[in-house]
């Protein structure tokens, strides 16, 4: 029986099988989360029939970055019947002078890949598959670079060469893809140490962004999503560059914020895949990175009336929820009890367990339901104000929060690190580590510090040790798990 022949319900199983198999994945190309199906690509290039019935796949996720090619291959789909399939748009933004000095803007492009990863086919031209051109009209409300919107504040440019006109419409008409739930937003870019990064005053940051390509190109793409109508709900902004926005202080922006229900800094992206850019992000970034995380209160959590999902994910090398660790480039929280009303779910990666934390998510006990502490610490040093995870667990748990259904804390450590001290315990030590070692929900909540010497992040095995034997952190975790779980149990029964 061919393909054809069997009925289509049939035909999206195979294909919901064809992209789970190793075969297709191993022939995917990938930009961290952006996954491009080539095999899809070609199969659909075999007949209209097929071209049809793979474009929910193929177009799911579109790419965008600040160039024409980029921007009317794009503008082709959006006025296509192909539009309605997008969910994700990812927008990568560059400058000429970004790598390595010498290399052009195109060829950067070329070298990453973007040229291939034309939808349905297109041709590196913009010539779409069936030859048709797109016609290069504006879309509504599109505007001509350096044009503002009323109450915009406008950047006097040389660099208008960075931003097209398409990928201004584009950004800043976001409803042309009806379907679209996802923006994820990056700027690849290279620490420059002639730059002043720690910029604040409104008129500096004005002519900053008039002098400088990145600048120039941070302040137009944001000021184009500004200009959008209220549609997407989830913001991705990866790998933020650490400096002032001066789109961010704008009436538009925070409007614009104010509509979103999930945002998410993703400010590493898969670090086991991070190429030097990002160690020289970090050595380059010591002061800008902390100084511009204690600016994402003003900038963005105070104008999240709306959000009910927030993930920070936070490097290793600038974990937050850090106190006076001057000189490092580890920051502190500013969350605050006013901040994000209606949250309901809350994922952290590399964070310390600080008080501004606990009374986060104390004020929150109303509204939360799913809270995840990857890889995060407590600390018995000053920086932190001396925070246990006994005291996180046992404030959350006095706290009665009713709709808390879940609370995950996933941490490296593992039973391997008691076992290791195995013959330099005592016999009373060596008894009440069995005993514990028996029941494999126990576990080792991990504590750290912060080198005098270098700034590193640094397990405190000394601490977690004294805390594994002591026991409180384990009593507070299991009276917080046993309440969550209660709390599930409800649910599960309405």
């Not at 994700?88 to 000429?96: E, N, V």
């Not at 504006?138 to 406008?154: L, T, V």
């Not at 901040?339 to 990666?349: A, D, G, I, M, S």
């Amino acid at each position: 029986m061919s393909f054809l022949a069997v009925p289509p319900e049939v035909q999206q199983l195979i294909i919901d099988e064809l992209l789970r198999s190793e075969d297709l994945k191993a022939r995917r190309e990938q930009d961290e989360r952006i996954i491009v199906y080539y095999d899809l690509i070609e199969w659909s290039c075999v007949h209209s029939y097929f071209r049809s019935l793979l474009a929910p796949y193929i177009f799911k996720t579109v790419k965008l970055v600040n160039d024409e090619k980029s921007g009317a291959s794009l503008d082709a789909v959006a006025r296509s019947p192909h539009c309605v399939h997008v969910e994700k748009l990812h927008f990568i933004g560059s400058t000429p002078d970004q790598v390595n000095g010498e290399e052009t803007h195109e060829k950067k492009l070329n070298r990453e890949g973007f040229d291939s990863e034309k939808p349905d086919g297109e041709k590196p031209d913009g010539e779409k598959p069936d030859g048709e051109k797109s016609d290069g009209k504006k879309s509504d409300g599109e505007k001509s670079d350096g044009e503002k919107s009323d109450g915009e504040q406008s950047v006097p440019s040389v660099h208008d060469g960075i931003f097209p006109r398409s990928v201004d419409g584009l950004l800043s008409d976001l409803k042309r893809f009806p379907s679209l739930k996802s923006l994820s937003i990056r700027f690849d870019h290279h620490y420059d140490d002639e730059d002043d990064y720690e910029v604040d005053n409104p008129d500096e940051v004005l002519k900053a962004e008039a002098q400088s390509p990145w600048r120039a190109l941070m302040c137009r793409a944001y000021s184009a999503l500004s200009r959008s109508t209220p549609h997407v709900k989830h913001l991705d902004i990866r790998q933020p560059i650490q400096t002032k926005v001066s789109t961010f202080g704008s009436a538009a922006f925070r409007a614009f914020l104010g509509h979103l229900e999930q945002l998410t800094f993703s400010i590493h992206n898969d670090l086991e895949r991070m190429d030097y850019r990002f160690i020289e992000w970090v050595s380059d970034a010591t002061v800008a990175y902390p100084a511009i995380m204690r600016t994402l209160d003003k900038c963005f959590f105070e104008h999240l009336a709306n959000v009910t999902m927030l993930s920070i994910k936070a490097p290793e090398e600038g974990t937050f929820g850090v106190v006076g660790a001057i000189g490092s480039p580890h920051s502190p929280l500013v969350l605050r009890a006013g901040h994000l009303p209606l949250l309901k779910t809350l994922h952290l990666e590399y964070a310390f367990t600080s008080r501004e934390l606990i009374g986060f998510l104390v004020h929150h006990k109303e509204t939360l339901e799913e809270v995840t502490l990857r890889d995060c610490y407590a600390s018995a040093e000053d920086f932190c104000r001396r925070t246990s995870w006994s005291k996180l667990f046992k404030s959350l748990f006095s706290s009665h929060p009713a709709k808390l259904r879940r609370f995950e804390p996933v941490l490296r450590m593992s039973h391997s690190f008691i076992e290791d001290k195995d013959g330099f315990l005592s016999d009373g030590e060596e008894e009440t580590v069995q005993t514990l070692l028996q029941d494999p929900g126990n576990i080792i909540f991990p504590y750290a510090k912060i080198s005098n010497y270098d700034g590193d992040l640094v397990p405190d095995d000394l601490e977690t040790w004294s805390a594994f034997m002591a026991g409180n952190d384990q009593r507070y975790w299991l009276l917080m798990k046993n309440l969550v779980d209660r709390n599930a149990m409800k649910v599960t029964k309405e």
